[in-house]
């Protein structure tokens, strides 16, 4: 089975690594974790690295003492084949509702930054969205995401 494959299959499984010298995690990924190249790209594509509590998209150094938290099997979600735009309903200039499908979340997790509702329309769309309110990964349905800060704050109001 490859790598791939066992990541879409199991949990998050999350490792903890504190650096005793100077290194890139690039290499900590290989030598500690014997994670492969392709694999180590995919996990800073995703965001599935943290550096110190902070999430690290490329490779870079890390100095004796600082802490690495790795997701090693960041759990996946079946974006691929969404045609995002024809899930629009209805499009003003203050917010758009989208018929969210099944599966996916609406915002980023700790294992996985790109595979969700919002980042994915912030990409097909070249514009910012906030959340105005959530549904469940497994839901499908109707939801309403803001064009615009006033609208995601004066819809609470």
Do not use: C
Not at 38 to 66: H, M, T
Not at 107 to 117: A, F, G, K, Y
């Amino acid at each position: 089975m490859t790598l791939l494959k066992i990541m879409k299959s199991q949990p998050s499984k999350i490792v903890h690594f504190v650096a005793k010298t100077t290194q890139l995690i690039s290499e900590v990924l290989s030598e500690h974790f014997g994670v492969p190249n392709e694999s180590q790209l995919l996990l800073f594509s995703l965001g599935a690295i943290y550096k110190n509590k902070k999430r690290v998209l490329v490779d870079e150094k890390i100095q004796p003492k600082e802490q690495l938290q790795i997701y090693l099997m960041p759990k996946r979600y079946p974006i691929e084949q969404i045609d995002w735009k024809s899930l629009i309903v209805k499009e003003t200039d203050a917010f758009l509702v989208l018929n969210k499908p099944a599966g996916i979340p609406v915002h980023s997790t700790d294992d996985n930054l790109i595979e969700n509702v919002l980042f994915q329309l912030r990409t097909r769309l070249d514009q910012e969205l906030w959340i105005t309110h959530r549904l469940d990964t497994i839901v499908s349905g109707l939801m309403v995401l803001a064009k615009t800060p006033e609208y995601q704050f004066f819809r609470w109001i």
